[in-house]
Structure formats: structure tokens, C-alpha cells
């Protein structure tokens, strides 16, 4: 019995670092750096206050480290390294408020101000500046990445 929570272990920590992995690649290496372009945009041409908060971009890079940090202790784990639950469970904690803090800051104050301040041209210039590095995703893409398959499968599972 103890083997199969051992294995469980295992399996809850290779699904964890596919999540880890997934949002590095797509979250902090297209998504944050698409709302960055945008961003910057509006500070260079639409904005009027010179001290207008960079909030958004520090959040961003606040994230890449978290998930750095959680990333390694998963992989810890995955050595068999032994960490404490609560110190696992508090990392985890941290981050998921962390993320879900921001998307809350995106979402009621960071989109409203971009939706009312661009204008249709804005959008179509920001659209082809980012255009050439405009990769697909690689979980909710066309096509599952063979690394997110298992995350795939069991996304769909609990949709069922
Ligand atoms: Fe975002």
C-alpha cells in the first residue's frame, strides 16, 4: 500500500512539473511577453501619466521566478529528495494566489485601461509587431505537444 502512495507521489509531482513546464514556456514566454508588447505600446504613446505603474511588468517577472522556485523543488522531489509537505504546500499556495492575483490585476484594471485607451490602429500595428514570433500553443493548440500529453489526457479526464 505504501508503494502505491509512493507512486502516487510520483505521479502527482511529473504532473505538477508539466504544469511548471507549460507555463514557463507558454505563459512566461508568449502570453506575458504579448501583454508586454502591448503594454509598452500604450506607455510609449498612449499614456499621459509619466508615473504610471510598470506593476504589470514586475508582476510578470515575479512569476518567472516564483515558478522557478517551485519548479526545482518538484524536480526535488522527483530525485527523491525528501521535502517537508508543509513547505510544499506553502510554495504551491504562494504561487497559485501569486498567478491568480494577477490575472485578477490583468483582468479588472490592466484590460479595461488598454481596451478604452487603443485605438483600432494601435491594435493592428501591436497585431504585426507581434506577428513573426507568434508560435502556437503547445497544450490548447492544433496539436498536443507529445511533452503535454499525459497533461493533456488528464485535462480532459476531469472535464468528463
Ligand atoms: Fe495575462
Excluded at 510609449?44 to 522556485?69: F, N, S, V
Excluded at 490585476?105 to 485605438?119: A, C, D
Excluded at 507581434?130 to 479526464?157: K, T
Aim: glycine share 2%; with cysteine.
Amino acid at each position: 500500500m505504501l508503494d502505491g502512495l509512493h507512486q502516487e507521489h510520483i505521479n502527482m509531482a511529473r504532473l505538477l512539473r508539466d504544469v511548471l513546464s507549460y507555463l514557463s514556456e507558454v505563459s512566461d514566454r508568449q502570453h506575458h511577453p504579448k501583454e508586454d508588447v502591448i503594454y509598452d505600446y500604450y506607455l510609449k504613446y498612449r499614456c499621459q501619466d509619466p508615473d504610471m505603474p510598470t506593476q504589470l511588468l514586475e508582476e510578470h517577472q515575479k512569476l518567472i521566478t516564483a515558478g522557478a522556485e517551485l519548479r526545482e523543488l518538484v524536480e526535488m522531489i522527483l530525485m527523491d529528495a525528501v521535502i517537508p509537505q508543509d513547505q510544499m504546500a506553502a510554495k504551491l499556495e504562494q504561487f497559485i494566489v501569486l498567478q491568480q492575483r494577477h490575472l485578477d490585476y490583468e483582468e479588472k484594471e490592466v484590460f479595461p485601461l488598454l481596451r478604452q485607451s487603443l485605438t483600432e490602429d494601435d491594435w493592428r500595428h501591436i497585431e504585426q509587431s507581434w506577428h513573426n514570433s507568434g508560435a502556437e500553443d503547445p497544450l490548447f493548440g492544433h496539436q498536443v505537444a507529445e511533452r503535454y500529453r499525459d497533461l493533456f489526457e488528464r485535462l480532459q479526464h476531469n472535464h468528463d
